[in-house]
């Protein structure tokens, strides 16, 4: 049996968009595959907004600590796919050896949402909303199937 891909999602502060990106395609190739996300400048804790709209759809990230992208780098972590979310983070990646594919799909900042609690978790919902589709579309050509995650 041939070792699992294994997928890295990166994002600035991998508080946000990354961990989102985590959680559902965990979800999406039900453990067939090795999922990481990490930040070229981890934050110190996932954004409580995002925690409480994940924990809506029933992943609880409470639990999570963003981790640095140039640690898994430094501990010799290989990756067969790497994903940025972010529009920033695409240049600034390290290279990693053995990649098979760069994947850059940007998503809205949710440390950038605006207004009252609501009006922000509503910004982040819609965020969460639009990387859960992006993940769990069932069309024949979208990334899971495209990065060959489900064999």
């Known amino acids: 049996m041939s070792d699992p891909l294994n997928v890295l999602i990166i994002c600035r502060h991998n508080s946000g968009r990354s961990q989102i990106a985590e959680a559902y ?33 029933g992943f609880d990230l409470s639990h999570k600590k963003p981790q640095s992208v140039f640690e898994l780098f430094k501990q010799g972590r290989l990756f067969d ?10 240049l600034q ?7 098979t ?16 609690r609501e009006e922000q978790l509503t910004q ?5 909303d639009m ?15 495209k990065a060959g995650l489900l064999g």
């Open 131 to 145: 990387i859960k589709t992006w993940l769990l579309s069932p069309e024949p050509d979208d990334f899971v199937f």
């Open 93 to 99: 990646c390290p290279t990693y050896p053995g990649i």
């Open 81 to 90: 796919h790497v994903v940025t979310v972010c529009s920033d983070t695409e």
């Open 25 to 57: 395609l965990k979800k999406r190739t039900g453990g067939r595959v090795q999922v990481d996300s990490a930040g070229l400048e981890p934050a110190a804790a996932v954004n409580p907004l995002v925690v409480e709209v994940m924990k809506e759809e």
């Open 101 to 116: 594919q760069r994947w850059h799909v940007p998503f809205p900042d949710p440390s950038q949402a605006t207004g009252t």
């Open 124 to 128: 982040v919902r819609a965020i969460r």
